[in-house]
C-alpha cells in the first residue's frame, strides 16, 4: 500500500541518542493531528537508538526508518533528512526535544489558512528533567528579514516550504553551520509567518551564559564569512549592521563580565 504523503514532514537526524529520543518520538505520537509524516535518519548509531526507532516504524506506518552505512559528519546527516523529505514542508526536531501535543495542528492550521513559505514558532528552553529554563520568542506579533537575523531561530523553531530551501546542509561544513544555511535560505523568503505560541521544548543542560557567549562569538565569525562570501549587496550591509551590533555587545560583556569568558574557556 502507497504511504500517504501529508503537506507536513517532520525529519528527525539522530546519533546515539537512545537516552532520549523515546520523549522525542511519543511527543509525535502523542499528537492531536495525524496529517505529518516522519523521516527518522539514524547516524549509524551503536546504543541501540536504531532498534528504538524500528519498534516506532513498525507500529506506525507514517513513520520512515532510514539508517546510514556509516557515521557522517552532522551537516551531511542534517542534509539527508532534508533531501529526503517530498512533502510542501519539512521541520526538523533533534533527538532531546519534544513537541507540545498540538504542535502539528497549529502548523497545518497555518499552511492552510496561509501557505507561508516559512513559518517561526517560540520554543521553552528546558532541561533533561524538563525544568522551564527560559523561552525564545520575539517582542512583536510579526516578525521579518530583521527580526530574525537580530535573533537567530534554532532549526527546530523553522518550518520550511520545501521548494524554498535551495542551499543544503552539505554545503556548511563548517562550526555554527545551521546559522550560515539559514541566512542563505531565507533570501529566498517574501514573507514570514509567526507562531506567538511555545509549541516546542528544547534540552539544553548546558550553562545559559557560557552557551550564549560560545553561541555569539560562532555567529559573528558565520556572519563575517557570509559578508565576505555570499549574498546580494543589500543582504551583505543587513549582515554588516548586525555584526557591529554583536560585536559592541561582546565587547562590552568582556569588558564588564569577564567571568563569563573565563568559564567558556574551560568547557
Not at 4 to 29: D, E, F, H, M
Not at 155 to 170: A, D, G, S, T
Not at 263 to 267: G, N, P, T
Given at each position: ?216 562569538w560562532g555567529i559573528i565569525k558565520s556572519i563575517i564569512f557570509i559578508i565576505f562570501c555570499y549574498g546580494s549587496l543589500e543582504f551583505k550591509k543587513t549582515a554588516t549592521f548586525y555584526l557591529l551590533m554583536l560585536l559592541k555587545d561582546h565587547i562590552y560583556k568582556r569588558i564588564y563580565n569577564p567571568n563569563l569568558f573565563d ?5
Open positions: 500500500m502507497t504511504k500517504k504523503i501529508n503537506k507536513l514532514t517532520i525529519v528527525l537526524p539522530v546519533y546515539n541518542g537512545a537516552k532520549s529520543i523515546v520523549r522525542t518520538l511519543n511527543s509525535l505520537t502523542d499528537q492531536t493531528s495525524s496529517n505529518f509524516n516522519l523521516v527518522i535518519i539514524d547516524n549509524y548509531s551503536n546504543d541501540g537508538t536504531y532498534d528504538i526507532c524500528k519498534r516506532y516504524k513498525n507500529k506506525f506506518d507514517w513513520i520512515t526508518l532510514i539508517r546510514n552505512p556509516y557515521t557522517t559528519p552532522m551537516p551531511i546527516n542534517w542534509g539527508i533528512a532534508i533531501d529526503s523529505c517530498n512533502s510542501t514542508y519539512v521541520s526538523m526536531i533533534h533527538a532531546d526535544d519534544y513537541y507540545d501535543k498540538n504542535f502539528v495542528k497549529k502548523i497545518n492550521f497555518e499552511i492552510q489558512k496561509y501557505s507561508p513559505e516559512l513559518i517561526i514558532c517560540n520554543a521553552k528552553i528546558v532541561n533533561s528533567k524538563s525544568k522551564l529554563l527560559n523561552v525564545l520568542s520575539y517582542d512583536s506579533k510579526e516578525i521579518n528579514h530583521k527580526t530574525v537575523l537580530s535573533s537567530f531561530p534554532g532549526i527546530q523553531r523553522q518550518i520550511w516550504r520545501r521548494n524554498k530551501i535551495n542551499h543544503n546542509f552539505k554545503n556548511f561544513l563548517f562550526p555554527t553551520f545551521d546559522y550560515v544555511w539559514f541566512y542563505q535560505n531565507i533570501q529566498n523568503i517574501n514573507e514570514i509567518k509567526y507562531i506567538d505560541q511555545e509549541v516546542i521544548s528544547i534540552t539544553s543542560d548546558i550553562n545559559q551564559s557560557t552557551n550564549n557567549i560560545n553561541w555569539e568559564a567558556s574557556s574551560k568547557s
